[in-house]
């Protein structure tokens, strides 16, 4: 009978009667306030990833980009840098035509120098060392004609004689050095000569006498020829030929 029944119709999915679910929210939960909702769809997670979309699963690279590829294949930074010879990012070093690092071009190249002296006193030995350019060989010159060992052993250079012969005193070529890179006069340093009877000789740069060029010039009389000389004139403090300093 109506009057002992405790709901003249039916009662809905959250228990009231005739109240046709409408206490359920988007989810089927009663009185559930669509709280089983993050955003992207009933009881599913809620938006994810860097960019904050439902099912991403983007991450920020390297660079700080949502999604991104990062450091480029051969870079070395976000910038598209590369590493140089030396192993610094974005550096300028290079490789030189030697293939050396920063090099400047002549560790390779093989050159020579005559060595030349003006004595007025007979030479029974001498010997100096080269620094920079590797020494590949010395032969020739006054040396050989006086019949001296010539000989070269980690920069050194050494000529004497085994059966007591000398250079006489004169002005002229003492030998011809070869070597990888190039040479100048500050890669020639601790001079030793020796006099007949092993005394040790004073030396010091200058200029050969009856030394000529090809074309006559040597304007600053330094001894090198203008057309092989890196400044005709002096380098001032900075290093630049005939400068203000």
Do not use: H, K, R
């Amino acid at each position: 009978c109506d009057s002992g029944d405790d709901c003249v119709g039916e009662f809905d999915d959250c228990g009231v009667c005739n109240g046709g679910n409408a206490d359920q929210d988007d989810c089927g939960v009663c009185n559930g306030g669509n709280a089983d909702d993050l955003g992207c769809g009933c009881y599913e997670p809620g938006p994810s990833g860097c960019d904050d979309t439902c099912g991403s699963t983007l991450e920020f690279d390297e660079c700080g980009e949502c999604g991104g590829d990062g450091i480029d294949e051969g870079a070395c930074d976000c910038d598209g840098n590369t590493l140089d010879c030396a192993g610094d990012c974005g550096g300028s070093a290079a490789l030189d035509d030697c293939d050396v690092c920063n090099g400047d071009g002549w560790s390779c190249v093989e050159t020579s120098v005559d060595v030349g002296y003006d004595s007025d006193i007979a030479i029974a030995g001498f010997q100096f060392v080269v620094s920079g350019p590797t020494v590949v060989g010395a032969s020739g010159g006054a040396a050989a004609d006086a019949g001296f060992t010539i000989s070269v052993s980690s920069g050194v250079v050494l000529a004497f004689s085994f059966t007591g012969s000398f250079i006489p005193a004169s002005s002229e070529v003492a030998e011809l050095v070869n070597l990888d890179g190039d040479v100048t006069e500050d890669c020639l340093s601790e001079f030793v000569f020796s006099g007949e009877g092993g005394t040790t000789l004073t030396s010091s740069w200058g200029t050969m006498s009856g030394q000529t060029c090809d074309d006559g010039e040597d304007v600053d009389e330094d001894g090198i020829c203008d057309d092989d000389d890196d400044c005709v004139g002096e380098f001032d403090e900075c290093g630049v030929c005939n400068g203000n300093g």
